[in-house]
């Protein structure tokens, strides 16, 4: 008579228990293996995965919850305002200025000074600081003072004459403008320079580039991010190789995506060749539409990205640049031949989309990464424009009309915390008070599913859920976030945050005691 051989269960990694789990009522644990979600179900039913190795972390009533994935945010230079100065805070020209002056007094005499975060439109005064304030306030230092929208610097004296702008014969980069008075006088604010700048400031090291990375990725951990798609327009074989190195170093703990620029598709094989290599993906070409084509050259640009295989986004806050980006995408359509389907298309922001728009979105099946922060943090300055309200950062109407929309910060434009900016698509509530569009509100759990599913399918992630063979990239929050009011969801903390079925974040623990060798190639 032959026995029946019995094969036991392989045993679980990590097996979270004792809580909630987000869309499983009848669950109260979660068992990892190999960086997958082995099972989930009542922890008596998931004891057989337990073996001498598994670590257990008592949930003791807590949620477990998928990462959050960030569609879009600016890894490097979230990075630089995390760690140097920012005036984001300033509701006032003086404000800002002491704020730049306290800076610069601990700032050795020539050293540059690089700060973040004006918005002249925040400002009470309605405008940015002018040349001879900050002249008076920095008079030893010279300072590159970016746009909160990241387009556009303001700088004083010391910088302009480094930098040489006022040199005879000086010819300014294709695209910019250099703002000047009545007197024809640089007024020290300058639009559309910011490549041009960054290329002709003091480089920053690589111990100094790591640095801030360790630092914006724990930042990223700690508001539950698991995954990010840098999407930069300038990215390039230059930025694709530095992701690839932070990443690999463990410098960032995150799966990393990043878009490409298109001045950089003739250079897309070698940035495959970086990303592939180091387990990081290559998510899309970023096209600016209005800054660098005329709308034909656009289409082709489009066309020969959707050649090679490449996702497709499109920068569109103003309706001039929806326009010209939907118009780029059916040319492109019309053309393509290839026998493979055809690549996806993102609109990034959609900042303002009138309802003429809504079923040509969900026609051309494009993708909406939606910004619903900006609601929150940059409302004070929708509010003056009430005629512009009812078709801003839209996410109801959209899904109604069967677009397809996923969530992002943009960080360092806003904050790089998901929990805030679901919040704000759930109340649509300003800084201050202010509801803006309240008919373009989601349910919680259809905006939790801006960052975790809906973003997951557009990055062609198998995470975004707590379900059986998907990515162990989870979080455990204090509270169940679909129990809660949106104020304090925007609140809330990370308990702790998984990827790839490591722990790579735990709140009250230093950064030395969090696991940094957690597998984040996903094949």
Known sequence: MRSEVVVPPAK??????????????????????????????????LKPLVGPRTHLIKLAGRAVAPGFIDSHLHFLQAAAAATGVSVQRCRTVGDLLADLRLAAGKTPPGNWLRAFGCDEAMMLEKRGPTRAELDQSLPKNPLRLRHQTLHATW??????????????????????????????????????????????????????????????SRELAAAGVTTFTDATARNGPVEVELFAKLAASGAICQRVGAMIGAQHLDAVDRCEQLARAAGIGLSAVKFMPGYQYDRAGLARTVLHALDRGLDCAFHATEIEELEEALAAIEAAKAGFAGERAIPRFRIEHGGLITPNYIDRLMALGVWVVTNPGFIHFRGPKYAAEPGLVAHLYRARSLKAAGVHLAGATDAPVTPAKPLAAIAAAVSRTTIDGVELAPAEALPVHEAFALFTIDAARLARLEAGAVEPDRLADLIVLPRDPFSLKPADLMNLAVDITIVGGRVVYERGRPAIASSDSADLRSG
Not at 17 to 25: A, F, I, N, R, Y
């Open 12 to 45: 679980a990694d990590l097996v979270l228990h004792e809580g909630l789990v987000l869309g499983h009522p009848g669950s109260d644990s979660v068992a990892i293996s190999r960086g997958l979600i082995a099972a989930h179900g009542p922890f008596a039913e």
């Open 155 to 216: 700088l004083n004296s010391r910088a302009i004459a480094l930098l040489g702008l006022e040199a005879p014969g000086f010819t300014p980069p294709l695209g910019a403008n250099m703002i000047r008075d009545a007197a024809g006088k640089l007024t020290g604010l300058v639009v559309g320079m910011e490549t041009w700048l960054s290329n002709h400031l003091p480089l920053v090291t690589a111990a100094e580039s790591e640095s801030r990375a360790r630092i914006m």
